[in-house]
């Protein structure tokens, strides 16, 4: 079982950076792929970036590519998504997800955090 609280959302403005948090609980923390997830208003979920549970590999969606960074520390159990050039449409709850699969797709995680908001003003 695996707990995960994101944090680090906010209002910020076209152009600027956020950081997002997830910390997640249990000893078994590295063996989870560890995926970003956004939903916008009237919008499906969709995937952001995830990160193999040594830190050895990263995907991004091509909307985020070159603005976003994923990075994780197993040390201290937390996931990070580093959010720069932020744009309006970048706008969305963020969730982070853990799974025994490395992968895009919702389904191939077992647990969810309960999201984060991120509003980007143009």
């Known amino acids: 079982q695996v707990q995960l609280v994101e944090s680090g959302g906010g209002l910020v403005q076209a152009g600027g950076s956020l950081r997002l948090s997830c910390a997640a609980s249990g000893r078994t923390f590295s063996i989870y792929a560890m995926g970003w997830f956004r939903q916008a208003p009237g919008k499906e979920r969709e995937f952001v970036a995830v990160?193999?549970?040594?830190?050895?590999?990263?995907y991004y969606a091509d909307s985020v590519k070159g603005r976003f960074t994923i990075s994780r520390d197993n040390a201290k159990n937390t996931l990070y998504l580093q959010m720069n050039s932020l744009k309006p449409e970048d706008t969305a709850v963020y969730y982070c997800?853990?799974?025994?699969?490395?992968?895009?797709?919702?389904?191939?995680?077992?647990?969810w955090g309960q999201g984060t908001q991120v509003t980007v003003s143009s």
């Open positions: 990160i193999r549970g040594s830190g050895g590999s990263t």
């Open positions: 997800a853990a799974g025994p699969n490395y992968g895009s797709s919702s389904l191939r995680y077992d647990y």
